[in-house]
């Protein structure tokens, strides 16, 4: 599974548009949607933006685990 099917469902459990999800990024939704639709590489501080916002890990957003609880220590 790529990570931007990771990225949308985490959006949708959470019941956030893109929108919203923009607006909190600081980007237009235009923009969000390409990297929600894997079109555009997630940067490092986006991919860090996103795990803070939904409480997970940026492993569990990149695949790493399947476990959204994880957090190294």
């Not at 909190?24 to 795990?51: K, N, V």
């Not at 790493?64 to 609880?69: Q, V």
Request: hydrophobic share 30%; charged share 35%; proline share 3%.
């Amino acid at each position: 599974m790529g990570y931007y099917k990771r990225v949308r469902d985490l959006r949708e459990d959470h019941d956030m548009s893109q929108r919203k999800v923009a607006e909190h990024l600081h980007m237009a939704q235009s923009q969000y949607w390409l990297y929600e639709r894997g079109y555009r590489d997630l940067p490092t501080d986006i991919l860090i933006a996103l795990a803070d916002l939904y409480n997970t890990s940026t492993d569990y957003i990149l695949g790493r685990t399947d476990d959204p609880a994880f957090r190294k220590k």
